[in-house]
């Protein structure tokens, strides 16, 4: 796990790249875990937890390369910031209308609840980093 400088409000990000395997899920939420207790939001980890699998399970099914980079930040007091990078610039993410027989489907309708806003960015090319999925999840307690 390589760790970034700290943010201006303290709080320090952690950024992984993991092979682009289901097993990464787990990694990720445990990473996720340890971030969060570190940032006193225990909380916050099956929500985090939930959205880090829906992001990576996404890429797992449909980028390219062999690995994803996630992100997992805590950028202000009410806001965690979760991230996964792939090289997959032309899939983007859509929301679709599962069937109740459908296997799959729901995970971005599940990141689009919980999440208080979720978006894409293009990062260009196709290096190993060209397409960021994200989500910021609101941990203000009672409000």
């Not at 320090?12 to 990473?31: I, K, N, W, Y």
């Not at 009410?78 to 792939?86: I, N």
């Amino acid at each position: 796990m390589t760790r970034t400088a700290a943010l201006p409000r303290g709080y320090q990000g952690f950024h992984v790249r993991l092979t682009r395997v289901p097993e990464a899920a787990r990694e990720a939420r445990v990473m996720a875990r340890v971030a969060l207790a570190q940032w006193g939001l225990d909380g916050a980890a099956d929500t985090v937890g939930l959205l880090l699998s829906e992001l990576i399970g996404n890429a797992i099914r449909h980028a390219t390369g062999p690995d994803v980079r996630v992100t997992i930040d805590h950028p202000t007091d009410h806001h965690v910031y979760v991230a996964v990078t792939d090289c997959a610039p032309s899939r983007l993410p859509q929301m679709r209308q599962a069937s109740p027989e459908d296997l799959g489907g729901r995970g971005l309708r599940l990141v689009d609840l919980y999440a208080a806003r979720w978006g894409v960015d293009l990062i260009g090319g196709c290096s190993p980093d060209a397409k960021r999925v994200w989500a910021e999840l609101d941990v203000r307690a009672g409000e």
